[in-house]
C-alpha cells in the first residue's frame, strides 16, 4: 500500500505528460483523479497498520547494491506514526493545491506538480538514509521548475536562489549521512535507529553539525532563513501551499528521524544552543512579519516565526516538547496552507498583494474573509483549533530542560497575534478602498481546497486525541532508541 | 431533585446550538435569529435557576461530575469536566441572567442594523464561551474558553467594522489581554510541570506542597492573566477603547461578564493566591492604584460610556483589593452586584443613545422629561454604583470597606476616596446628562421633540434590571449564599475576611458620597468653577487627564510605534536584507567569479594545454622535491 502510494503521484504525471490534447483530457481532472486516490490510500494507514510501538506499516525491502559497499544499500518502503500523518498532509495539500490552480492548463504545470507529491512522499516512506536523499534531492527539480514558469516578479532569482541555498542544505545532509552510515555500517534507518546511540566522537559531532544546519536550512530557522521569503513571493500560490505546508516540514521530519534516534545525546550539550537560536528565531521572525508589506511575505515570516517552535520543542529533548514539535510539523502545515490559498484567492482578484493597497474588501469577498480570519485565528494559536494544542504541548514539555527559552518562545504568543490580527485587519476590514469586478469565491474547487484543510484544523482542535494517539505510537522510535531524557 | 451532568452541559452548549442554527439556517432573517437566541440563552437561564436551588440544597458543596479524557498522551492526561460548586452556580446564574436581558434589549437597541444574525450569533458564542470558563474543571479548559471569549470580545468591539477606531480598538483589546495571557499559559506550563495535574481541584489541594518560587510565578502568571480580562492597571488600557463596540455588547462583555472573569479566576484559585504573601499585596496595590488612577478618569472623561468603563475599571479595582485583603466573599458579592447595577447603567445609556444618537454629554442635558424611565433606572443603578444605602452596591462595598478597616487602615483611607471620586463622577453624569436643559450649542437641542422614550423592548429590561440593583444587598440575610461561596473552596484558610459591623463605616461613606454629590452639583451644575474654566483646561491636570496619563501614548506611539515597529524592527529588516542576504548574495557572486577566472583556461588551444601540463608536473616535483627535502630531511 505504501508503495502504491508513493508510485501513483509519479504515475500521474506520466498520464498527464502523455495525455492527448483534447478537452475530454484536460489535465486538472487526471491530477485531481490521481491526488484523492492517493489520498484516500494514505487515509487508510492509520486502520489497516497498527503503529503501536513504532512499528512500521507497508514494510517493503529490496536489495539494490549488494557488492559496491563494504555494506548492503537497499530500497526500503514504511511508515510510522509520524510518517503516517505527513503523508497524509502531503495529499490533503495535493488535492487543495491541485484545486486551486484549476484555471491553470498546461499539462506540464500538472507533470512537475504530481512530480512534487510524489517525491515528498518519498521522502517520508523512505527507510533508507540514500534513498531519502534522492528522494530528497528530487523535489527540489519540479520546484525549480514550478517557480521559473509558473511564478510572478523576480521568480528566476528566487527559484535560483532557492536551489541553491537548498543544495548547500543537501551537500551538508549527505556529508553527515555517509559519516553516519560508515559509522554503523548501514544506511538502513530501521537497523540504525534500533542500535541505539553512538558512541560520542568528534566525528560524530560533525555528523550532527553537518545533518543538524542542513536541516536547518529546510525548516528554516535563522539565519538560514532568507530564501523562503523570496521563494514564497514568487512561486505560484499551488507551490506555496505545498512549500509552507509540507516542504518545510521535511527538515524537522530528518532532524526527529535521522539525528535524534542516534545522535540525540548531543542535545544535552548543545540543547539550549538550539533551543535559543529556535527561541530567536520566534521573535526575529515575528518582527520582521510585523515590517513587511507584502501579504506573502508576512506569511512566509510567520512561518519561520512558527518553524522555530519546532526548535524549541526538539532541544528540549523531552517528551512532550518532542510531541509538540512534532504535532506542529502538522498544524503548521494545515494552517499555513489555508493561508496561502487565502492569499492567492485574493490576489486572484485584487491583482495585488501589497497590504496597503486593499482596505475594507470584507464587503466584496466575504467568504474568502472568513477563511482568511479562521486561518488567521488557527495561526496565533486561538484554542478550539488545532495550532494552539501543538504550541501549549510545546510550553510544557521544553519547561523542564529549557526554561528560559520557553518563557521567551511563549513571548511569540502574543506576535503572532500582533501581525496576523494587524495584516489582516488592514486587509479586511476598515474603510472600503477599491471596488474589484470580481466576485466572491464562486466556484466548488477554491471552495472545496480550503474547506478540507479548515475541517482538520478544528475538527482536531477540538478533540484532539486520535491524531495525538497516532503522533505518540509515532514517536515510539524514539523511546526505543532511548533518544529522549 | 439534583439537576444532572447532562443537563448543566446543556446550560453551557444551549448558546452554541442556538448561534450554529442561526449561521446554518436563519444567516438571512434578522428576527428569527434574535430570537433563537433569546430561546437559546432563555433556556440556559432556567436550568441555570435549577443549578442554583441544586447548589443550595447542597450548600454550595461540589457535586460529583465526571470527568471526560480530553487528552492522554505520555503522561499528560487532561480530563474536562464540569465544577458544580456554589460558586459556580451563582455566577452561571448571574452570566445567564444579565446576557438574556442584554439579549432582548439588543432586539430593540439593533434594530435598524443590518448585520443582526451575526451579532446574534456573536453573542451567543461569547455566552457560551464564559459559562464554559466558570463551569471548567481544569485550568487549561478555562484557558480555552477565557480565549475564546477574547475572540468573541475582539469581533464584537468591531463589529461595525467600517469604522477604523472600533477596528483599532478591537486589536487593543485583544492583544492587550493576550499580554496579560502570556501569564497565564506560564502558570499553566509551571503548575504542570510542578504538580503534573491542571485539575482544579488538586491544584488547590496541592497548594502547600509546593515549592514557594514556583507558587509565586504560578500566582504573579494566573494573576497577569486576570489583569489582562479585568483591565487593572497598567493593563486597563484595552476597556475604555473597547467602548466602540455596542453598547448592549458593553453592558454584558465589558461590564457585568468577561471583565469580571478575572476576578472569578483569582477566586477560583484563592488558596493559590492566600498562600503568597507578596501576592496578596500586590493585589491591594494594583486594585487601589487601579480604582483612584481611573476615577479620576471618569471624572474627566466627556463620554457617557467612558465614564461608565472607567467606572467598571474602577469598580473592578476594588475586587482586587478585596482578593488581597483575603475577603474573597466580599469580592464575589461585589462582583454580582457590580454586574447588575453596572449592566443596568450602560443599557440605560444604551436607551439614551438610541434616542439621541449621541454618547456625548456635553451634547446631552435635561433628558430626565423626556426620558422618564431611563431616568428613574439610571438613577437607581448610579446610586447602587455609589454604594449609598439601601442600594445593592451598599451592602457588597459596605463589606469590602469594612475588611480594610480591619487589615489596614491605609487600604481603609484609599477605599473612601474611591468612595468619593465615585460619586463624584457619577453625580456629574447624572447632572450632566439628566438635568439643566440641553446644551445650548449642540444639535440636539433643535431636535429636541424627536427626543422620546425607548420602545418596550428597551425599557422593560431596564425595570427588570433595577429590580437586583435595589434589592439585591438583602438577599444574603441569612447567610446562604456567603455559607455557598466558602464551602465552595474546601481549601480556604479559615479566616475568610469575616468582618465585625462597625457603624461609623457606613456613616463615613454615606457622609463622602453627599459630599461628591454636592461638589458635583455646585461645580457642574451651578457652575461655580466657570471663574477658573479657561485656566483649568489648560492647567497639567486637565491636560493629565485628556491623555489618560500618557499610558496609552506611551504605549503605543512609544513602546509599539517607535520601538517595534520602529527603531527595533527596522534595523532587523536591514540586518535581514544587508547583512544575511548580502551574504548569500556575495557568496554565490563569488562562486560565479572564481568560475569565470577558470573559465578562461579553457581556451581549446592544445600549445596552452600542453604547457599547462608540462609547467603543472615541473611545479608537483619541485614541491615534491622541497617536500622531502625539508620535511623530511633526505
Not at chain 1, 248 to 277: A, C, E, Q, V
Not at chain 1, 469 to 484: D, P, Q, V, Y
Not at chain 2, 298 to 324: C, P
Request: glycine share 8%; proline share 3%.
Amino acid at each position: 500500500m505504501v508503495v502504491l502510494t508513493l508510485l501513483i503521484p509519479f504515475l500521474a504525471s506520466l498520464m498527464i505528460s502523455l495525455s492527448p490534447n483534447s478537452a475530454k483530457y484536460q489535465p486538472k481532472y487526471i491530477a485531481l483523479f490521481f491526488s484523492l486516490i492517493t489520498f484516500l490510500f494514505s487515509m487508510s494507514f492509520p486502520f489497516i497498520y497498527d503503529f503501536a510501538d513504532g512499528a512500521y506499516g507497508g514494510y517493503e525491502k529490496f536489495v539494490w547494491l549488494n557488492e559496491l559497499f563494504p555494506f548492503e544499500i537497499s530500497i526500503a518502503f514504511g511508515v510510522d506514526g509520524l510518517a503516517c500523518l505527513l503523508v497524509i498532509l502531503t495529499n490533503l495539500l495535493a488535492i487543495s493545491a491541485v484545486l486551486i490552480s484549476f484555471n491553470i492548463k498546461d499539462k506540464a504545470y500538472y507533470t512537475w506538480l504530481m512530480i512534487l507529491q510524489g517525491s515528498i512522499i518519498g521522502v517520508f516512506v523512505s527507510l533508507n538514509l540514500i534513498q531519502f536523499f534522492i528522494f530528497w534531492e528530487l523535489e527540489l527539480l519540479p520546484m525549480f521548475m514550478l517557480i521559473t514558469f509558473w511564478g510572478t516578479g523576480n521568480r528566476e532569482y528566487s527559484a535560483m536562489k532557492f536551489v541553491l541555498y537548498t543544495l548547500v542544505a543537501s551537500a551538508l545532509i549527505l556529508t553527515g549521512i555517509i559519516i553516519l552510515g560508515y559509522e554503523t555500517q548501514s544506511f538502513d534507518i530501521i537497523q540504525i535507529n534500533s542500535m541505539g546511540m553512538l558512541v560520542d566522537s568528534e566525528l560524530v559531532s560533525f555528523a550532527f553539525w553537518f545533518l543538524m544546519i542542513g536541516f536547518l536550512i529546510k525548516l528554516p530557522i535563522f539565519p538560514f532563513h532568507t530564501w523562503l521569503p523570496d521563494a514564497h513571493t514568487d512561486a505560484p500560490t499551488a507551490v506555496s501551499v505545498m512549500l509552507a505546508g509540507i516542504l518545510l516540514k521535511m527538515g524537522g521530519y530528518g532532524i526527529l528521524k535521522i539525528i535524534l534516534p542516534t545522535m540525540g545525546f548531543l542535545l544535552n550539550d548543545y540543547g539550549l544552543l538550539l533551543g535559543s537560536l529556535g527561541a530567536f528565531s520566534i521573535i526575529y521572525g515575528a518582527i520582521q512579519t510585523l515590517k513587511q508589506s507584502d501579504l506573502k511575505r508576512v506569511i512566509a515570516f510567520s512561518s519561520i516565526s512558527h518553524m522555530g517552535f519546532v526548535l524549541v520543542g526538539i532541544a528540549s529533548n523531552s517528551e512532550l516538547g518532542i510531541l509538540g514539535a512534532s504535532l506542529q510539523l502538522i498544524t503548521h502545515g494545515l494552517i499555513s496552507g489555508l493561508l496561502f490559498l487565502g492569499v492567492g484567492l485574493i490576489y486572484e482578484r485584487t491583482n495585488t498583494r501589497e497590504i496597503s493597497d486593499m482596505s475594507g474588501i470584507t464587503n466584496q469577498f466575504p467568504k474568502i474573509t472568513l477563511i482568511m480570519m479562521f486561518a488567521g485565528l488557527a495561526s496565533l494559536g486561538l484554542p478550539g483549533m488545532i495550532g494552539f494544542i501543538a504550541e501549549i504541548i510545546i510550553f510544557i514539555g521544553s519547561y523542564q530542560s529549557l526554561p528560559f527559552v520557553t518563557v521567551v518562545a511563549i513571548s511569540g504568543v502574543l506576535f503572532s497575534a500582533a501581525y496576523m490580527l494587524w495584516s489582516l485587519q488592514r486587509i479586511f476590514f476598515g474603510i472600503e478602498k477599491n471596488k474589484y469586478n470580481s466576485e466572491d469565491i464562486n466556484s466548488w474547487p477554491q471552495l472545496v481546497s480550503t474547506l478540507l484543510l479548515m475541517f482538520p484544523i478544528v475538527a482536531f482542535g477540538i478533540y484532539p486525541q486520535p491524531f495525538i494517539a497516532i503522533m505518540e505510537e509515532g514517536l515510539n522510535f524514539l523511546l526505543n532508541a532511548g533518544a529522549i531524557l | 431533585m439534583t439537576i444532572n451532568e447532562f443537563l448543566v452541559w446543556l446550560i453551557q452548549f444551549s448558546p452554541l446550538f442556538s448561534s450554529a442554527l442561526i449561521v446554518m439556517l436563519f444567516y438571512k432573517k434578522s428576527s428569527i435569529s434574535s430570537n433563537i437566541s433569546i430561546a437559546g440563552i432563555g433556556f440556559s437561564w432556567l436550568l441555570s435557576l435549577w443549578l442554583l436551588f441544586s447548589s443550595i440544597i447542597e450548600k454550595g458543596h461540589s457535586f460529583v461530575m465526571d470527568q471526560h479524557l480530553w487528552i492522554s498522551v505520555f503522561n499528560f492526561d487532561i480530563e474536562f469536566g464540569i465544577m458544580t460548586d456554589g460558586l459556580t452556580a451563582i455566577m452561571v446564574f448571574v452570566v445567564t441572567s444579565v446576557a438574556l436581558i442584554v439579549q432582548i434589549f439588543s432586539k430593540g437597541y439593533m434594530e435598524h442594523d443590518s448585520s443582526i444574525p451575526r451579532y446574534y450569533t456573536f453573542l451567543s458564542i461569547f455566552i457560551f464561551s464564559m459559562l464554559g470558563a466558570v463551569l471548567a474543571s481544569n485550568l487549561l479548559q478555562i484557558f480555552i474558553f477565557w480565549e475564546l471569549m477574547g475572540l468573541c470580545s475582539f469581533l464584537l468591539i468591531g463589529f461595525w467594522f467600517e469604522k477604523p477606531s472600533a477596528v483599532k480598538a478591537a486589536r487593543k483589546a485583544f492583544l492587550v489581554t493576550r499580554f496579560g495571557d502570556l501569564g497565564f499559559i506560564l502558570s499553566i506550563v509551571l503548575i504542570w510541570n510542578s504538580i503534573g495535574s491542571l485539575d482544579i481541584m488538586v491544584i488547590n489541594s496541592k497548594v502547600t506542597s509546593m515549592d514557594t518560587n514556583v507558587l509565586l510565578f504560578a500566582a504573579f502568571g494566573l494573576l497577569c492573566g486576570a489583569m489582562g480580562k479585568s483591565a487593572q492597571f497598567p493593563l486597563h488600557v484595552w476597556l475604555p477603547d473597547a467602548m466602540e463596540g455596542p453598547t448592549p455588547v458593553s453592558a454584558l462583555i465589558h461590564a457585568a461578564t468577561m471583565v469580571a472573569a478575572g476576578v472569578f479566576l483569582v477566586a477560583r484559585f484563592f488558596p493559590l493566591f492566600e498562600s503568597v504573601d507578596m501576592i496578596q499585596t500586590i493585589m491591594i496595590v494594583i486594585g487601589i492604584t487601579t480604582l483612584i488612577l481611573t476615577g479620576f478618569l471618569g471624572i474627566a472623561a466627556n463620554d457617557i460610556k467612558r465614564v461608565l468603563a472607567y467606572s467598571t475599571v474602577s469598580q473592578l479595582g476594588y475586587m482586587f483589593v478585596a482578593l488581597g485583603l483575603g475577603a474573597y466573599i466580599a469580592a464575589i458579592f461585589h462582583l454580582i452586584t457590580h454586574a447588575f447595577f453596572k449592566a443596568l447603567l450602560f443599557l440605560c445609556a444604551g436607551s439614551i443613545n438610541h434616542s439621541t444618537d449621541t454618547f456625548d454629554m456635553r451634547n446631552m442635558g435635561g433628558l430626565s422629561k423626556l426620558m422618564p424611565l431611563t431616568f428613574t433606572t439610571f438613577l437607581i443603578g448610579s446610586l447602587s454604583l455609589c454604594g449609598l444605602f439601601p442600594f445593592a452596591g451598599f451592602w457588597s462595598k459596605e463589606l469590602i470597606i469594612g475588611a480594610a478597616y480591619e487589615k489596614n487602615i491605609i487600604v481603609f483611607v484609599c477605599l473612601m476616596v474611591g468612595v468619593f471620586l465615585t460619586s463624584f463622577y457619577v453625580f456629574r453624569a447624572l447632572i450632566m446628562t439628566f438635568f439643566g436643559d440641553f446644551h445650548p450649542t449642540s444639535e440636539f437641542s433643535k431636535l429636541k421633540k424627536h427626543v422620546h422614550e425607548s420602545s418596550r423592548v428597551m425599557s422593560y429590561p431596564l425595570l427588570v434590571l433595577a429590580i437586583p440593583a435595589l434589592f439585591l444587598g438583602f438577599i444574603d440575610f441569612f447567610h446562604i449564599f456567603e455559607e455557598m461561596l466558602y464551602n465552595a473552596n474546601p481549601y480556604l484558610n479559615s479566616d475568610h475576611g469575616e468582618h465585625h459591623f462597625h457603624l461609623f463605616i457606613p456613616v463615613i461613606s454615606i457622609g463622602l458620597i453627599t459630599l461628591g454629590a454636592i461638589f458635583s452639583y455646585l461645580i457642574f451644575y451651578k457652575n461655580y468653577l466657570k471663574l477658573f474654566r479657561n485656566n483649568l483646561n489648560s492647567s497639567f491636570l486637565v491636560k493629565l487627564l485628556n491623555e489618560r496619563y500618557y499610558i496609552d501614548y506611551f504605549i503605543e506611539k512609544v513602546f509599539v510605534t517607535r520601538f517595534i515597529l520602529g527603531s527595533l524592527g527596522n534595523s532587523l529588516v536591514f540586518f535581514d536584507k544587508k547583512v544575511i542576504d548580502r551574504a548569500v548574495n556575495f557568496t554565490g557572486k563569488f562562486s560565479i567569479n572564481i568560475g569565470q577566472i577558470f573559465v578562461r583556461s579553457v581556451n581549446g588551444q592544445i600549445q596552452f594545454y600542453s604547457f599547462a601540463i608540462i609547467g603543472g608536473l615541473l611545479v608537483c616535483q619541485i614541491i615534491l622535491l622541497l617536500v622531502s627535502f625539508y620535511v623530511l630531511g633526505t
